[in-house]
């Protein structure tokens, strides 16, 4: 089966090359890189005026199966995330029953194969239940394929069981995805803790919250060796502390989310839950070094953090209403419209964060646009501007803070392993 994806600018990371080409794909391997190939093909996507990129690799979501397939099962999931121009992502484990043994990885990749649509990767807990007080069978999930141990939805708060998870991380050459949130700084806060929050009444979640476990964790990456990424990073002093890290030479990687990198405390609409998310909404100060991270490269991978939740469990307002956002379908148009449109990042840099620096933290051998490689690619038109509607999301979640908002950059096909696995 032969698909051929004409005059698109094929954007590569693994040479930094932009070009002009058309790629012709066959039985899921890109076979050639060249302008103007006359070949037959059984499809052919027409990508002008459109950049080719490595297919997203979205390591932060949270697809709820099994368990919470109210929220989202992994076939809406996996819709969303094609729908988004994701051709692999990586699954949080704080699912019910908690991803903790081989039997639950299992069960999600073998039922994401048979969708057969985007690559689902399955992160295992670190402590059993991710109750904090002892650790998970990590080495049986480590055979089963995990490629990442990670506690995300919580930080594992006993340092010493940390440390152990970081020298077992080590010994099996995978990274620790860190959800850095001390439980007993955070006490039962909400918003961002700041003037405009408190005015609202609201329980606040200070900068320390995150701040204490990511320093905490850094000195633990350093003492172990262990590959240390860092979810969601939201605060000014959390970037100073990845670059310093960095400049010590700890094996250190960290992540921002688009809701973190483009709102802030004071564009919360009153009472409306779909700006809750932890952590939570900073300040313009905190969006700015995010922006300015991403930029200098201190800032290693954008993600989503896709969080579904209902429009019931959204609706009890802020206070009561659970954490979390979707991003899936919302992440390429933001980081476009926010960060590439406005001069912070270029076209080559979006893809490394979304899809090539992804792939090499985990060891995936993806991410770049060469011949040989597998085929998962995105067809972005990065000048379509359009009004985010989630009603138009595959998604069971509609909890976004981006409805209405205006936007630009559309994705236009995602081809998954050589096949057409979206299509606008
Ligand atoms: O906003 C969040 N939602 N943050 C988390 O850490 C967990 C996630 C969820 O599972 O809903
Ligand atoms: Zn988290
Ligand atoms: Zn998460």
Not at 202 to 224: C, F, H, P, Q, Y
Not at 409 to 418: D, E, R
Request: charged letters at 25%; aromatic letters at 4%.
């Amino acid at each position: 089966m032969l698909l051929l994806i004409k005059n698109g600018t094929v954007v590569n990371p693994g040479d930094q090359t932009e070009v002009k080409a058309d790629v012709l794909v066959e039985d899921g391997v890109i076979k050639k890189i060249a302008p103007r190939q006359s070949v037959r093909a059984e499809r052919v996507i027409d990508a002008k005026g459109c950049y080719v990129m490595p297919g997203f690799i979205d390591m932060h979501v949270h697809l709820r199966d099994p368990g919470q397939e109210y929220k989202e099962t992994l076939e809406t999931g996996v819709k969303a995330a094609v729908h988004g121009g994701f051709t692999t992502v990586v699954a949080m484990p704080n699912t019910k029953p908690v991803v903790d043994n081989e039997d639950v990885v299992n069960y999600v990749h073998h039922k994401a194969q048979n969708i057969r649509l985007a690559n689902v990767l399955q992160t295992g807990a670190v402590t059993k239940g991710q109750r904090g007080e002892e650790l998970a069978d990590i080495e049986k999930m480590v055979e089963a394929g995990v490629p990442a141990i990670s506690e995300d939805g919580k930080t594992v708060m006993n340092a010493q069981l940390c440390r152990e998870a970081m020298a077992l991380a080590v010994k099996y050459g995978i990274p620790l995805l860190a959800h850095c949130e001390d439980a007993n700084l955070a006490g039962n806060g909400v918003v961002n803790a700041d003037e405009a929050t408190e005015k609202m009444g609201w329980k606040g979640i200070s900068n320390s919250v995150e701040d204490v476990i990511l320093a905490r964790d850094i000195i633990l990456a350093k003492e172990t060796g262990a590959a240390l990424h860092l979810c969601h990073c939201s605060t000014k002093f959390g970037v100073r502390m990845v670059e310093f890290a960095k400049q010590e030479g700890i094996r250190v990687t960290a992540e921002v989310c688009p809701h973190h990198f483009t709102l802030t405390s004071s564009d919360i609409k009153e009472n409306d839950a779909n700006y809750k998310m932890n952590p939570p909404l900073r300040t313009k100060e905190d969006v700015e070094a995010l922006r300015e991270g991403l930029k200098s490269g201190v800032i290693d991978v954008i993600a989503t953090d896709h969080a579904p939740h209902t429009a019931i469990e959204k609706g009890e307002g802020m206070s009561r209403a659970p954490f979390g956002v979707v991003g899936l379908e919302t992440a390429a148009a933001i980081t476009m419209t926010e960060l590439v449109d406005k001069g912070w990042l270029t076209i080559m840099q979006m893809a490394e964060k979304m899809s090539y620096n992804p792939a090499r933290i985990l060891g995936l051998d993806k991410g770049v646009v060469e011949e040989g490689k597998p085929a998962d690619l995105v067809v972005f038109d990065a000048e379509k501007e359009y009004t985010v509607d989630p009603d138009s999301f595959y998604s069971k979640g509609r909890n976004t803070p981006f409805a209405g908002r205006k936007v630009k950059g559309m994705v236009m096909a995602t081809v998954v392993g050589g096949k057409i696995a979206y299509q606008e």
